[in-house]
Nanobody
Framework: QVQLVESGGGLVQAGGSLRLSCAASGRTFSVDAMGWFRRAPGKEREFVAVISWSGANTYYTASVKGRFTISRDNAKNTVYLQMNSLEPEDTAVYYC??????????????????WGQGTQVTVSS
């Protein structure tokens, strides 16, 4: 099992920045990639970004490309999501997720095996 704990959410004005952290524990050696998803009120869970275990490969959804950066520190078993130029449309609960293998589309939530509890991000206009 892998446990994921997110932190770093909060309230910020449009144009501001936040950095989310996701600390992993347990059988972290079994993890192939880690990603961030979000769910806005009244909407479905949405893929945001993913990073491979080595950190060599990253992918983003179009709406955050150029504003968000995903990174990881394997020594700390932690993945980060640096969010800049935040917009009210970024308001959502953000979830960290981990997957054990590379099978399936990384943008689909159901290919991930482990999830954190979520952290709220609210961007005011």
């Amino acid at each position: 099992q892998v446990q994921l704990v997110e932190s770093g959410g909060g309230l910020v004005q449009a144009g501001g920045s936040l950095r989310l952290s996701c600390a992993a524990s347990g059988r972290t050696f079994s993890v192939d990639a880690m990603g961030w998803f979000r769910r806005a009120p009244g909407k479905e869970r949405e893929f945001v970004a993913v990073i491979s275990w080595s950190g060599a490969n990253t992918y983003y959804t179009a709406s955050v490309k150029g504003r968000f950066t995903i990174s990881r520190d394997n020594a700390k078993n932690t993945v980060y999501l640096q969010m800049n130029s935040l917009e009210p449309e970024d308001t959502a609960v953000y979830y960290c997720a981990a997957r054990r293998n590379s099978d399936g589309d990384y943008r689909r939530w159901n290919v991930y095996d482990y999830w954190g509890q979520g952290t709220q991000v609210t961007v005011s206009s």
